[in-house]
């Protein structure tokens, strides 16, 4: 069964990028799936933050867009978030997810999640 | 852009039907996901594509998606049911998630 595996700093400096990085296994992410990002401040709702393909596509939360990049490795089969010039507003648990294709567009497998505060 | 509405918080005695709605323009139109969050924990799905359960989600969970609001219910609602519930959907450009509903079970 495909698991995940965040991985990453959990104190991130004030305008300073945070980087992640999942780690699948039992699932090559080269297959025909997507592969996202969620995130969840504390004792809040779920964000989107983007999800990635391997054959190049690439969608974005508009609201995150402008500082959020996700890149895949096929060849360590891991997929990593940064997301630039970080705010406390950016403190939260971060969580990688595979996701079907839109439009169906289900987040069927989870990690466990990595709390990232950001603070100086 | 496109916003999904819940419900802050449900309550139903044990044993009762709990019904999560889910609103948004014309979702109906769109597929409609669920998912179960416990406290400390990694969101579960539990019902995708409107009303289809994952393997290993009891029957008691069902769902449903028509015109604006898509519904989920708990028949026979147990005490382990106690979560936050989220509905997703996409919009056609990105994934949008509801606010989340604390389902409380007393």
């Known amino acids: 069964q495909l698991q995940l595996q965040e991985s990453g700093p959990g104190l991130v400096k004030p305008s300073e990028t945070l980087s992640l990085t999942c780690s699948v296994t039992?699932?090559?992410?080269?297959?025909?799936?997507?592969w996202g990002w969620i995130r969840q401040p504390p004792g809040k709702g779920l964000e989107w933050i983007g999800s990635v393909h391997h054959g190049g596509n690439t969608v974005y939360n508009p609201s995150l867009q402008s500082r959020a990049t996700i890149s895949m490795d096929t060849s360590k089969n891991q997929f990593s978030l940064n997301l630039m010039s970080v705010t406390a507003a950016d403190t939260a648990v971060y969580f990688c997810?595979?996701?079907?294709?839109?439009?169906?567009?289900?987040?069927?497998?989870w990690g466990q999640g990595a709390l990232v505060t950001v603070s100086s | 852009s496109y916003e999904l509405t819940q419900p802050p918080s449900v309550s139903v005695s044990p044993g009762q039907t709990a019904t999560i709605t889910c609103s948004g323009d014309n979702l109906g139109d769109k597929f409609a996901c669920w998912y179960q969050q416990k406290a400390g924990q990694s969101p579960v799905l539990v019902i995708y594509q409107d009303f289809n359960r994952p393997s290993g989600i009891p029957e008691r969970f069902s769902g449903s998606n028509s015109g604006n609001t898509a519904t989920l219910t708990i028949g026979g609602t147990q005490p382990m049911d106690e979560a936050d519930y989220f509905c997703q959907a996409w919009d056609g450009s990105t994934v949008v998630f509801g606010g989340g509903t604390k389902l409380t079970v007393l």
């Open positions: 997810a595979s996701v079907s294709p839109p439009p169906t567009t289900i987040f069927d497998y």
């Open positions: 039992d699932y090559s992410i080269s297959s025909d799936y997507y």
